[in-house]
């Protein structure tokens, strides 16, 4: 009988986290709203900037997204009718794609992850041991 309940509470709990995950993505969605961004357009602006050589490839770009279900093509084409980054097909071999952050681009990624930031913050209502106890928590159900 122990099982069943303990089962029972582990589904509860990861419903739980599913339901939270859910709401903090919308706020994220209103939050992101006045700059005209998505948070996988920003993620995408970000890596794009913290490359040394100021470009990326749809590649580097698909392996740091940690999002299977992101459609990097479609962001990048996206990103680019915005404004914000420009394409450069490689000259030696033109299947390469350089993606160039342009100075919108990196203006929206500042904003927008400031806006997150403040956001956040004020969604949050747990104290910085709670919130440590609560990322140790979450890193464990990764394992």
């Given at each position: 009988m122990t099982f069943m309940t303990d089962h029972s509470s582990?589904?509860?709990t990861i419903i739980d986290i599913l339901h939270v995950a859910n709401w903090l993505q919308g706020r994220i969605a209103e939050i992101l709203?006045?700059?005209n961004v998505s948070l996988q357009q920003v993620k995408v602006l970000a890596i794009i900037a913290s490359q040394k050589d100021q470009f990326a490839t749809v590649g580097t770009i698909r392996e740091q997204m940690q999002d299977p279900m992101s459609n990097v093509s479609r962001l990048l084409n996206k990103l680019v009718e915005k404004g914000l980054?420009?394409?450069?097909?490689?000259?030696?071999?033109?299947?390469?794609?350089?993606?160039?952050?342009?100075?919108?681009?990196?203006?929206?990624m500042t904003k927008s992850r400031q806006a997150i930031d403040n956001g956040l913050d004020a969604l949050c209502h747990l104290s910085a041991d709670e919130l440590g106890s609560l990322s140790a928590l979450l890193s464990k159900i990764k394992m």
């Open positions: 582990t589904k509860e709203a006045p700059h980054v420009s394409k450069e097909h490689g000259t030696d071999d033109q299947r390469i794609v350089r993606i160039h952050l342009l100075p919108a681009g990196y203006d929206v």
